[in-house]
């Protein structure tokens, strides 16, 4: 629009030029190095008109030119996928009305084989994926992706069944579980190398969704780094307690306090039953003893008593990692500002309260630049 704008400014500044230029007998006079050269008025305003029209094309040519070839190919890719979803349902169609008999195999049926081939094709070029997103969410792709599962195609190692997570974000729990349950430690190394976003979209919607035994087998296959992610902490502790694990929580404890981070330590604080927070706070208060050198165990205890509404030791554990919050987790000193605000310390929870805006413009200048 930028470069129309000057366009337009430039054609217009010429036409003014031009009929503010002297004019002799209904003819335009330009003044060139060597000779005055007598240009008919009406021939001379058409040329500049030729001229800012041959202009504009040329830009549209180059704005369009990109965006045609993109569509183009966008065009292709779906007429590939649309051909083998097609070859799909007739395939299906002859395969007792689209289920594939357990005794089947890809080898022995020629048809199916091939399809399975261009399937792969697909899986493998990162950009079908989108679109195999979307088609493959239809109850004939996830037909096709049930039966794919049943003859245990075996795809390349880089879209082994990390492709099949980017696609059943939405299916059925029972879908959900038997692509868990085959999990690998390739498949999710690829995945968090190549998707790591999907990866971490598909485990908040999957984990409470799986059952208690491949649950935990998924959680023992992610990097140690993925189990930390914020985005899975509090994910994480829902899915543990809708599994139970907090049955035997001092066990619990102990195997996960021997990570660096504790990890979601301080959100389970927030789901804890209410019913059993006295619990709770004794075994944080022992965890403490032998952890000190973390904030997620002063956090979770913070929050504990503040979810019990006991503000002064609220404040004395939130208060015991106030500097390390200021100097590295100022996203929870809204938690202290709203202590402060409670027990009437109003300057302590205004100077938290700046922090957070100060540290908030400070990230949109960095982000800026």
């Known amino acids: 629009m930028l470069i129309r704008r000057v366009i337009l400014i430039i054609g217009l500044s010429t036409l003014v030029y031009l009929s503010l230029h002297p004019l002799q007998w209904g003819h335009l006079t330009l003044q060139t190095s060597t000779q005055t050269l ?7 305003i058409i040329l500049m008109i030729l001229c800012c029209l041959t ?5 549209q040519m180059i704005t369009w030119g990109p965006q045609r070839l ?39 049926m020629p ?12 899986f ?19 037909n096709l992706l049930r039966a794919l599962q ?60 799986l059952s208690s035994e491949t649950f935990e087998k998924v959680w023992a296959l992610l990097p140690k780094s993925l189990q930390k992610h914020p985005k899975l902490h509090l994910t994480w502790a829902c899915a543990a307690e809708q599994h139970h694990m907090f049955k035997q929580p001092q066990a619990w404890l102990k195997t996960y306090l021997s990570l660096t981070e504790a990890p979601a330590l301080d959100h389970v604080a927030l789901i804890w039953p209410e019913h059993d927070l006295d619990h709770w706070l004794q075994w944080l208060s022992k965890a403490h003893l032998t952890h000190s050198n973390t904030i997620i ?4 205890l913070a929050r504990t008593y503040y979810r019990k509404n006991q503000l002064n030791q609220a404040l004395q554990h939130y208060q015991s990692i106030e500097r390390e919050l200021y100097a590295n987790h100022s996203q929870h000193l809204l938690e202290l500002a709203q202590v402060y605000q409670q027990i009437g310390n109003h300057a302590a929870a205004l100077k938290a309260i700046q922090h957070i805006c100060a540290q908030h413009h400070s990230n949109i200048k960095t982000g800026s630049k």
């Open 38 to 44: 007598k240009v008919p008025l009406f021939v001379a």
């Open 55 to 59: 202009t504009l094309l040329i830009h």
């Open 70 to 108: 993109k569509d183009w190919r966008m065009t292709r890719q779906h007429s590939e996928l649309q051909n083998t979803i097609d070859r799909a349902e007739a395939i299906f169609k002859t395969l007792n009305q689209g289920h594939i008999p357990k005794s089947a195999s890809s080898s022995s």
């Open 111 to 122: 048809e199916l084989n091939a399809l399975i081939h261009d399937i792969q094709t697909l």
């Open 124 to 142: 493998n070029d990162d950009a079908h994926l989108h679109t195999l997103v979307a088609a493959l969410k239809t109850p004939l792709g996830q």
């Open 150 to 209: 049943k003859q245990q195609v075996a795809f390349t190692p880089s879209s082994t069944l990390s492709n099949f997570i980017l696609l059943h974000q939405r299916l059925p729990a029972h879908d959900l579980e038997s692509i868990a349950q085959h999990l690998t430690p390739i498949d999710v190394k690829q995945l968090y190398t190549l998707h790591p976003t999907s990866l971490i979209q598909w485990l908040e919607y999957s984990l409470p969704k």
């Open 297 to 300: 165990i002063p956090l979770a």
